[in-house]
C-alpha cells in the first residue's frame, strides 16, 4: 500500500514539473496580452552597462518592444559622469544630496549623459530596434537656494508627453538622457530619478522597472516586518504600499541603495502607476522573468489590486479542478467531482493573482456548532507563499462570522502544517453527527480541530 502510494507521489511530482511549465508559457501569454500597447518605464543604473549580459538585457526590451508593449529607457549616470569629471580634473560638488553642475562641469556632464544614452541607442540598433534620444524634458534651474547658487543643476518643468507619445506610436523607444531644458535653450543636468517618475505620470505609464546593481530584498539585508510574501530563498516577493511604508520606517538608519528606490517606488505608485518593480540587473533575463511570471525575481511594489481571496464561481471550475486532480490522484485530498463542486460552489474560495486561480479552499457546515475547512490546495509552483496559510485564514474568519465554534480539518499528509497553525488533535467523537457517518474508517485521516472561542488570529507562519 505504501508503495502504491509512493508511486502516486512520484506521478504527481513528475506531474508537477509539466504543469509549472504549461504555467509559465499561460502567464506569458496572459501578460504579454495585458500589456500590449501599455508603456513600461525602465531606469536603469548605470553599471548595468559594463555587465557581461547588458546586451542581451537589451535583446529583451527589444523583443519586448516588438511584441508591442511601449518601452521607455532613462539611463542612470551619475558613476559615469562622476568619471569624466575626475579624468579632466573638475571638482564635482554635492549640496544637500545633488550635484552642483557649474559653468565648467555641464559641458562635461552634458557628454557623459549624452553617452550613456548613445551606449544604450547602438545596443537596441544591434538588436534592431528604433531608438531616439530627444529633447523631451523642459527643465528650469534650481536657482539660488539659501543664498547658494546651484548654477546649472535643475529640476523638470514639463515634460513633452505629446510628441513623446508619437514616437512611441511608431513603434520607437525613447532613451532619456539625465539633461533637460528650459525655453531659451539653456541645458541643465537633472535627476533621472526625478525624470524617471515624471515620465512615468506623464505618460500614464502602467508599470515602472528600477534595474538596479544591487541585491534586492532579501531577509538578511533589511528588518522586514511579520507576514510578508516571501520566497523560498527569503526574497520579498511584493509589498502592498502600506508594507512598503513600514519596510521603509523599519530601515530608516539603513542607506542602502534598494531602499531609495523602494521610496520611488512608492511615489510612482501614489502618482498613479500601477505596479514597480525594483530587480537587481545583474541576473540574465531578470525583466523578462519580473514581467511575465507571478513570482518573478525581484519585488513588486503594487498600488492597485494584485491579489485576492474571493468566492469562487462556475468561471474558476476547470481552474479549481486543475489545481486538485494531482492532489486527488495522489491520495493527498478526497475525491470530488464537477458536480459536487458545483453543488457546493457557495462553500469555496480561490486566492486569484492577477485574474489567475492559484489556491483554493472550502468551509461545509456540518451544523453544531461545528464547519470543515476541506481541499485547501495551492499550486506547488507558489508553495511557500503564505497562500495556504491566507486561504486557511480567511475560512477561520468566515467561520468565526457566520458564529461557528470550532472548525475542524481531516488530513492524511498535512498533519504537521495543521499544528503548526494552532490546530489540535481530537478524537473522532468530537466531529459533528453529520460528519461522524461520513468519516472513512479506511483512510484513517487524522482529525484537528480549531476552538475559535479562544483564539485571536493564527500564529504567523514566518
Ligand atoms: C499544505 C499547503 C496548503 C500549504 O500551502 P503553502 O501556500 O505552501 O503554505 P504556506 O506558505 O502558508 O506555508 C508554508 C509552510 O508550510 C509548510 N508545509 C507545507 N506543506 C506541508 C505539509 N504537508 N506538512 C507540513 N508542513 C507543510 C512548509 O514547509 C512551509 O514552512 P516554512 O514557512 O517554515 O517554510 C500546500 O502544500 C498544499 O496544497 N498541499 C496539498 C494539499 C493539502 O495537503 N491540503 C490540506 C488538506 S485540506
Redesign the pocket.
Known amino acids: 500500500m505504501d508503495k502504491l502510494n509512493d508511486l502516486k507521489y512520484e506521478g504527481y511530482t513528475n506531474e508537477i514539473k509539466h504543469r509549472e511549465q504549461v504555467d509559465l508559457i499561460r502567464e506569458v501569454f496572459y501578460y504579454q496580452s495585458r500589456f500590449d500597447g501599455k508603456t513600461i518605464v525602465f531606469k536603469i543604473d548605470y553599471p548595468i552597462i559594463n555587465e557581461p549580459h547588458f546586451g542581451q538585457l537589451m535583446k529583451d526590451l527589444a523583443m519586448l518592444r516588438a511584441t508591442g508593449i511601449e518601452i521607455v529607457i532613462v539611463p542612470g549616470a551619475t558613476e559615469w559622469i562622476n568619471e569624466v569629471l575626475k579624468e579632466y580634473d573638475i571638482e564635482s560638488e554635492y549640496k544637500n544630496g545633488t550635484r552642483v553642475s557649474t559653468e565648467e562641469s555641464i559641458p562635461f556632464i552634458r557628454m557623459a549623459a549624452f553617452d550613456v544614452a548613445d551606449r544604450f541607442m547602438t545596443a537596441l540598433t544591434a538588436n534592431k530596434a528604433n531608438a531616439v534620444i530627444g529633447n523631451f524634458v523642459r527643465a528650469r534651474g534650481m536657482g539660488v537656494i539659501n543664498g547658494f547658487d546651484y548654477q546649472h543643476s535643475g529640476v523638470v518643468d514639463k515634460i513633452h508627453a505629446e510628441p513623446l507619445q508619437q514616437i512611441l506610436d511608431q513603434g520607437m523607444i525613447p532613451i532619456f538622457p539625465c539633461i533637460g531644458w528650459n525655453a531659451a535653450g539653456k541645458p541643465y543636468n537633472l535627476s533621472s530619478d526625478e525624470i524617471v517618475l515624471a515620465v512615468c505620470q506623464a505618460l500614464k505609464a502602467e508599470k515602472l522597472f528600477f534595474v538596479t546593481n544591487s541585491d534586492g530584498f532579501f531577509k538578511n539585508i533589511f528588518q522586514l516586518p511579520e507576514g510578508l510574501v516571501m520566497t523560498?530563498d527569503d526574497r520579498v516577493a511584493r509589498l502592498s504600499l502600506e508594507e512598503a511604508d513600514e519596510v521603509l520606517k523599519m530601515n530608516v538608519d539603513n542607506e542602502d541603495n534598494d531602499l531609495h528606490y523602494l521610496k520611488l517606488a512608492l511615489k510612482a505608485c501614489r502618482s498613479g502607476t500601477e505596479r514597480a518593480h525594483v530587480v537587481d540587473g545583474r541576473i540574465e533575463g531578470a525583466i523578462i522573468k519580473e514581467i511575465f511570471s507571478n513570482l518573478g525575481v525581484g519585488t513588486l511594489i503594487y498600488g492597485s489590486e494584485y491579489e485576492s481571496i474571493r468566492s469562487m464561481k462556475s468561471d474558476d471550475l476547470p481552474e479549481v479542478l486543475r489545481l486538485m486532480q494531482p492532489?486527488m490522484e495522489a491520495g493527498?485530498?478526497v475525491n470530488r467531482t464537477e458536480e459536487e463542486l458545483t453543488n457546493t460552489m457557495n462553500d469555496y474560495v480561490v486566492y486569484e493573482i492577477d485574474g489567475v486561480v492559484h489556491?483554493c479552499?472550502a468551509l461545509h457546515d456540518y451544523g453544531e456548532g461545528q464547519a470543515e475547512?476541506?481541499?485547501?490546495?495551492?499550486n506547488?509552483t507558489?508553495?511557500?507563499?503564505?497562500?495556504?496559510?491566507?486561504?486557511l485564514t480567511y475560512l477561520v474568519e468566515k467561520a468565526k462570522k457566520n458564529s461557528f465554534e470550532k472548525v475542524f480539518?481531516l488530513?492524511t499528509?498535512?498533519?504537521?502544517?495543521f499544528e503548526?497553525l494552532g490546530f489540535k488533535s481530537v478524537k473522532l467523537d468530537s466531529l459533528p453527527e453529520k460528519k461522524k457517518v461520513l468519516y472513512n474508517h479506511e483512510r484513517k485521516s487524522m482529525i484537528f480541530s480549531l476552538d475559535l472561542k479562544n483564539i485571536a488570529a493564527l500564529p504567523k507562519?514566518?
Open positions: 523560498s492532489l493527498i485530498l489556491a479552499g475547512i476541506a481541499a485547501i490546495a495551492t506547488p507558489y508553495a511557500h507563499l503564505s497562500m495556504g496559510k491566507k486561504i480539518v488530513t499528509k498535512t498533519v504537521d502544517w503548526q507562519s514566518r
